[in-house]
T-cell receptor
């Protein structure tokens, strides 16, 4: 079992639709991070959420950290083909950065 | 910004040969570097953690004699896949930590294909 459970694993939507990706754990994290990775490239950090209940916005992306700091969500409004990629949540467990299994997002035009 | 490079970006080799992958932090000194492995459409799995001048710490199930890590300086870590076999084919990604806020900066990855 993974420390960070992501859902859904795969999402294929039309341009303009909204979507939410979830990252859940039974463990408390001091912070959670969201990354986006395109094929053949390394992951790029999108955001770090630190405070329980925190909401951060990055243009059309909204990130939320659960009150208990065990879960996080990523919401994309009006998805565009350029949003296509692998979205990964990650958190430090001890001194190691552990990743969720990832959500493959495909936005069709 | 903090930039991490990897070289080569892709490599194809014959079974039984050894392949060296370099990871460099270009504009900062990395107290710690990490090596990850990623299979297609899957997440990153930590292989090992390396600190400059000391032996790497390998994750459970990762063969240290197969995946040799050398962290010779604060800006360079190398991963050598020894006697590579087709099952070693994967995407290898390094990251570097400059010791601030636990933030890791990832390299662009190296695609290894073993024939």
């Amino acid at each position: 079992t993974q420390l960070l459970e992501q859902s859904p694993q795969f999402l294929s939507i039309q341009e303009g639709e909204n979507l939410t990706v979830y990252c859940n754990s039974s463990s408390v994290f001091s912070s959670l991070q969201w990354y986006r990775q395109e094929p053949g490239e390394g992951p790029v950090l999108l955001v770090t959420v630190v405070t329980g209940g925190e909401v951060k916005k990055l243009k059309r992306l909204t990130f939320q950290f659960g009150d208990a700091r065990k879960d996080s969500s990523l919401h994309i409004t009006a998805a565009q083909p350029g949003d296509t990629g692998l979205y990964l949540c990650a958190g430090f467990y001890g001194n190691k950065l552990v990743f969720g299994a990832g959500t493959i997002l495909r936005v069709k035009s | 910004g903090a930039v991490v490079s990897q070289h080569p970006s892709w490599v194809i080799c014959k079974s039984g040969t050894s392949v060296k992958i370099e990871c460099r932090s270009l504009d900062f000194q990395a107290t710690t570097m990490f090596w990850y492995r990623q299979f297609p459409k899957q997440s990153l799995m930590l292989m090992a953690t390396s600190n400059e001048g000391s032996k790497a710490t390998y994750e459970q199930g990762v063969e240290k004699d197969k995946f040799l890590i050398n962290h010779a300086s604060l800006t360079l870590s190398t991963l050598t896949v020894t006697s590579a076999h087709p099952e070693d084919s994967s995407f290898y990604i390094c990251s570097a930590d400059r010791g601030q806020n636990n933030e890791q900066f990832f390299g662009p990855g190296t695609r290894l294909t073993v024939l």
